[in-house]
């Protein structure tokens, strides 16, 4: 399926010049109901040049707090980085059964941090074995241009040059991965809207501790 991305301004009507993209923005929205869709992975692959090598800081963060991974949602281009800091008192225990990346950090204590390289690109689930409701997604992209959508559904990839690249949205709930090919121009600024199906969200919950503070 081939989209080209719509113009923001048409300088004709408005006597304006209309400067090069400085970056694509893409809305993310339910198939459903039309509701913005928070922590959804956009990335596009260039089609008609080489793909740029990662710079230095293809890394990512995933802290353990208050017994939770943060962010939920985490990207990074093949051969990236991600540190593990534990910034809990308790310990977790890490680990990964997806393809892309197969992994475990055994028991480690507050205030320790590991880390794991991801060389294959695809989606990494990740938990730990202590507390069943931690979870945490890795996109591991295979292009440096990607961007996660914001609580209004909205993600802004970096400046495209010139050309058709492979459009990939992903959400963790998401029944399939939304594919498309765009065509980036200098003279557009460029808005997309694309829209997903999303399953039921099936995440654990916490177990009440009579704290108050946990769900
Ligand atoms: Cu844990």
């Not at 509701?35 to 293809?58: C, F, I, Q, Y």
């Not at 990607?146 to 959400?171: C, M, N, Q, V």
């Amino acid at each position: 399926m081939r989209a080209c991305l719509i113009p923001l301004l048409f300088a004709g009507c408005l006597g304006l010049t209309v400067r090069a993209a400085e970056g694509v923005r893409i809305i993310v929205r339910t198939t459903l109901d039309g509701k913005p869709v928070a922590d959804a992975v956009v990335s596009a692959t260039p089609l008609d040049h080489p793909v740029p090598t990662p710079g230095p800081g293809n890394t990512a963060e995933i802290e353990q707090k208050n017994q939770e991974f943060s962010p939920y949602v985490t990207v990074i281009q093949v051969g990236g980085k991600v540190i593990f800091p534990n910034h809990d008192t308790v310990q977790h225990h890490i680990y990964s059964l997806s393809k892309p990346k197969r992994f475990e950090i055994p028991l480690y204590q507050a205030g320790a941090s590991e880390s794991v390289v991801f060389d294959r690109p695809g989606i990494v689930a990740i938990g730990c074995n202590i507390h069943d409701w931690m979870v945490a997604y890795i996109a591991v992209v295979p292009t440096p241009f990607f961007a996660k959508t914001d609580d209004t559904g909205a993600a802004t990839l970096p400046s495209l040059s010139p050309g058709r690249y492979r459009l990939e949205i992903w959400h963790p709930r998401a029944a399939a991965p939304v594919v498309q090919e765009i065509s980036s121009a200098p003279e557009n600024a460029t808005v997309l809207e694309v829209k997903v199906a999303l399953k039921p969200d099936k995440r654990i919950r916490r177990a009440p501790t009579g704290k108050g503070t946990d769900y």
